[in-house]
């Protein structure tokens, strides 16, 4: 009956499984057509658009031609009209010199007529009929001007739509997913040496396989990709995958996506859990900050409570802040006295993490991991459920590893960045200088119980750094430092009790 009930169980999820993929597919169908309905009115609009445009110059060039036509037409017109007058008046001034000759052959006297034939000639030496041209300046001929569009309407017939680049091939295997970057890999299907660059889209999302439509973030664009491979950089892995598509760009346009690829950003994400915080402290998400004057009001309200008919000198702090009221705590009992902590939100029950804490103007804190057990009066490093790096600026500096109530102290100088590394399934904690990398401690155990990061600020702040991926140089530390590093039996037989 058990077997039973665990096979349907297995078919029931299987079937669930089948059924989103299925659902996902229908979603990304219909998002394709209604972007196919979509992109088919923008490109027919952009097609009507580059036609007017042909348009508009064609009746520009004609109009242009034209005019060059009929200045060409004016220009021959006004020569012949020139020519055609002076003609016209030299044939009329011939002519009456002609009559005028013809008069003179009847002169009988030989005085008049030497005189008269004398005039004849100098009027013939200085007649204009002699002295124009009688060639045209300009021809009827307007082949010049003649067009052959032969070649341009052959170009026209020859349009077609622009060559698209194929779409990239992304190569699963040759990606890389390592300390907060991501490198793609891709590759033309086939030789195109007309791409002019890359486009690399990404996103974040909680969804393995293909991409969702639905509840989905917005593609994030990297353009103007030059090569066929792109790091991204300082990223926060604070979703489990990311999804990564690319295409490829000519000149003139864009090809297709190539087929979406998810990759694996899984890293520890939490926040500050503002319900465990001593009132002291001022949270917010991934800051905390000592407030000296936090929950004054709440202690005085105690206080007069406390004090209410009593003579004598007042309860000290301690017993005060003990006494707070159950309505003020959250989901456990707030730290309280002079355990000036606040856990994370996220409980590390197994596998590998990292995080990184800088510490600003603090005289005094802890880092480090505890059990949900931890007491609220209990100091980080003080109990055998805690574990820790504390820092004392206050008068002088010490710098210490700190586990059941036992220090010791580590002779390097105190980084501005911490990284933790916790390794749960393998018994071992590391405290890490963020920035060079350089081993500060490690805490070798076995875990029994769930483990929640933990954090003691006195005088100042701490801001936390998480959706970190386990560094390749602390990986590598790792092998090279497992079983020769400090544990956490090396503070057996040294005692350091140490007060705040």
């Not at 017939?157 to 997913?177: G, M, N, R």
């Not at 990223?235 to 190539?258: I, Q």
Request: hydrophobic residues 35%; aromatic residues 8%; contains cysteine.
């Amino acid at each position: 009956m058990e077997a039973q009930k665990e096979a349907l169980q297995r078919i029931i999820s299987t079937l669930a499984n089948k059924n989103e993929e299925i659902q996902n597919f229908i979603d990304t169908l219909n998002h394709t057509l209604k972007g196919v309905q979509a992109n088919s009115s923008n490109v027919i609009a952009e097609l009507d658009e580059e036609f007017d445009g042909l348009y508009a110059i064609l009746d520009e060039m004609k109009e242009s031609m034209t005019n060059s036509i009929k200045q060409e037409q004016a220009h021959k017109s006004q020569e012949l009209q020139n020519q055609l007058s002076q003609c016209s008046n030299a044939l009329e001034n011939s002519e009456e010199l002609l009559e005028f000759a013809a008069r003179s052959l009847d002169i009988k006297d030989p005085e008049e007529f030497s005189k008269a034939a004398r005039q004849i000639k100098d009027r013939v030496t200085m007649a204009s009929a002699f002295r124009i041209s009688l060639k045209p300046k300009v021809s009827d001929n307007m082949t010049h001007l003649m067009v052959d569009f032969s070649q341009e309407r052959q170009m026209l017939q020859a349009l077609k739509f622009l060559p698209v680049p194929k779409a990239p091939e992304i190569d699963p295997v040759e990606c890389l997913v390592a300390d907060n970057a991501v490198t793609i890999v891709w590759r033309m299907p086939e030789e195109d040496n007309k791409i002019d660059h890359f486009v690399l889209e990404y996103r974040k999302t909680n969804f393995d396989g293909l991409p969702r439509v639905k509840d989905e973030t917005c593609w994030e664009l990297i353009d103007y990709i030059k090569g066929t491979e792109y790091m991204l950089s300082g990223l926060k892995f604070d979703s489990k995958y990311m999804n990564f598509r690319v295409r490829a760009c000519n000149k003139a346009v864009a090809g297709e996506y190539s087929d979406p690829v998810t990759l694996e950003t899984k890293a520890l994400v939490f926040n500050l859990d503002n319900t465990s915080s001593h009132l002291n402290l001022k949270v917010e998400d991934s800051y905390v900050e000592w407030d000296p004057t936090g929950g004054k009001g709440q202690e005085n309200k105690i206080k007069g409570k406390e004090n209410k008919g009593r003579s004598g000198t007042p309860s000290p702090k301690r017993t005060s802040v003990s006494s707070r009221s159950p309505s003020i705590r959250g989901s456990r009992d707030r730290f309280t006295g002079e355990s000036y902590t606040v856990l994370g939100d996220t409980a590390i029950e197994s596998g590998q993490h990292y995080w990184e804490v800088r510490a600003q103007d603090c005289k005094s804190y802890s880092v480090g991991v505890a059990y949900k057990n931890l007491g609220k009066f209990d100091q980080l490093g003080k109990t055998n459920t805690s574990w820790c790096i504390h820092v004392n600026n206050w008068l002088q500096t010490t710098f210490a590893a700190k586990h059941n109530n036992k220090a010791k102290a580590l002779d390097m100088t105190v980084p501005d960045r911490i990284g933790v590394y916790c390794d749960f399934d393998g018994g071992q904690l590391s405290f890490y200088n963020a920035i060079s990398k350089q081993l500060l401690y490690t805490f070798k155990t076995k875990f029994t119980q769930p483990l929640l990061p933990g954090f003691m600020v006195w005088c100042g702040g701490l801001a936390l750094n998480t959706g970190l991926q386990v560094p390749s140089a602390v990986k590598m530390l790792q092998k090279s430092e497992n079983g020769l590093s400090g544990s956490a039996s090396s503070l057996s037989n040294v005692t350091h009790n140490m007060s705040i």
